[in-house]
């Protein structure tokens, strides 16, 4: 019960930092492949991503705090529905960044067969910049997308196999940011 005190202090304390900081956000794809240590594969896509039909897939820039956020966006309302992952701080120079990912949610579910995401993916990647602002941005990703051995979260995970991810992320449409981030 602590640690989601504590989880929701931080999520709380994040979004509130945010209400002041300089923000874009950006509708992303990302492909990839999950592969466990049985060596099962899954497809990554956005669909298997997002969980209410309709909804997109976003990485929220926040160039104040140097941080990403992965979120779900409903597009007609711009309403953010869903927080997906979230980095602490990103290394950058000029263009090229680099950051770590990592849950900022209770087991965040997916479609299936995707395993939930319990781990930390890192994000090898580069800002497109137009007239001195961040107009886009990509990556390459790799990481561990389930850890069984993370003491975290519901132990009804531990008998799952660990797996491991690598993709890319791309911008696909121009800068927005949601309503209620």
């Known amino acids: 019960m602590k640690k989601f005190a504590l989880i929701v202090v931080t999520v709380v304390a994040s979004v509130a930092m945010r209400a002041e900081a300089q923000t874009n956000a950006f509708r992303i794809t990302i492909k990839g492949t999950i592969t466990t240590e049985t060596g099962e594969r899954f497809k990554v896509r956005n669909s298997a991503l997002i969980v209410n039909p309709g909804d997109v897939l976003v990485a929220v820039v926040d160039e104040t705090h140097h ?21 602490r701080r990103w290394a950058s120079a000029v263009t090229k960044f680099e950051t770590t990912l990592g849950t900022i949610s209770e087991d965040p579910e997916f479609n299936p067969p995707l395993p939930p995401f319990q781990g930390n993916l890192e994000f090898d990647g580069q800002f497109k910049v137009k007239h001195n602002a961040i107009a886009g941005l990509s990556a390459r ?5 389930f850890d069984p051995k993370f003491t975290g979260f519901p132990a ?21 940011t949601p309503n209620n981030f």
Request: hydrophobic share 40%; aromatic share 10%.
């Open 67 to 87: 941080s990403i956020t992965l979120c779900e966006v409903e597009p007609m309302s711009n309403t953010l529905t869903r927080f997906i992952a979230n980095s």
């Open 141 to 145: 990703i790799v990481g561990i997308w």
């Open 156 to 176: 009804q995970n531990g008998n799952l196999p660990a797996s491991e991810f690598s993709g890319t992320m791309k911008s696909t449409f121009p800068t927005f």
